[in-house]
């Protein structure tokens, strides 16, 4: 097992990130949803000229928000198992995850067999 301080630091600075970008992806569902209830059709996309508009891009912003969840749950997960000393131990086969591939995507759970096979 090789020293994990930096994974663990580009984790922190990552989950921070995600973190923010989840605050602003809310905050923009909000505004979405407190626009078209003052609208002129209220909450009534079907009859509001702009309904079909707004209404995807409330479940656009929703769906993104859905990912950056989790997204941080991944982030998360990777930090317990670095706290737990299997940081570099696949989940699902539990085989070694790969240097390469946890610098490229230090979030990873998964060996890039286990993930080619998700697909």
């Known amino acids: 097992m090789t020293d994990q301080g930096p994974a663990k630091q580009r984790l922190a600075a990552d989950r921070q990130q995600?973190?923010?970008r989840l605050a602003e992806l809310e905050r923009e569902f909000t505004a979405i949803v407190t626009s078209a209830s003052e609208g002129s059709a209220g909450n009534d996309d079907e009859h509001d000229p702009e309904g079909a508009t707004v209404a995807f891009e409330r479940q656009h912003v929703a769906a993104l928000a859905a990912q950056v969840r989790d997204h941080l749950a991944a982030i998360d997960a990777a930090l317990r198992k670095i706290d737990s000393g299997i940081y570099e131990i696949c989940d699902i086969c539990?085989?070694?995850i790969g240097a390469e591939r946890l610098a490229a995507?230090?979030?990873?759970l998964i060996c890039i067999r286990c993930a080619a096979k998700r697909r």
């Open 94 to 96: 539990g085989g070694p």
């Open 105 to 108: 995507r230090p979030s990873s």
């Open 18 to 20: 995600t973190l923010n």
